[in-house]
C-alpha cells in the first residue's frame, strides 16, 4: 500500500487534499479486503458503517471526503496489513493469519479478525499495537 502511516489523519489538509486521500485510503482498503477474503458485512463493521448503500456510494466516488473515524479505521488496518507483511514474509501466511485462532492474551483463542470485528476502533488500535509489539 503506497499511502505512509498516518497520512489519512493528519490535520491542516485542503478539502481537496481530504477528499483525495479518502479516496486512496478506500482503494487501499478495499485491496486489503480482497486479499483477506472479506465479505461486504465485514468490511462495513471493519469500517464502523451500517449502510451498504454509502459504502458503495463512497466507492465509485473518484474523491471522497471520509469521515475520521473512517479514516483512522483504514488507516489501522493498513497498518495492521502493513505489519503482517513485514512479520510474515510469506505474503499467502500473513493475509491467512487474521483468520487464525491466537492463544495471545489479547485475543483469548479468537482469530485477530474477531477481535476487530467487535465493531469498536479501539480493537483495530489493539490487533496494530500487537503486531508493532511483535515487530519490535
Known sequence: MSLPSGALLRKGISPNEASAA???????FGRVADLWHLSIAEQ????GLSSRSTYFKWRKEPQVRLP???LERISYILGIYKALQLLLPDTRAADEWIRRPNEAAVFGGRSALDRMLSGNVADLYIVRQYL????G
Open 68 to 70: 475520521r473515524d473512517t
Open 44 to 47: 462495513l463493521t471493519l469500517l
Open 132 to 135: 508493532d509489539a511483535q515487530r
Open 22 to 28: 479518502g479516496a486512496a485510503g478506500l482503494r487501499a
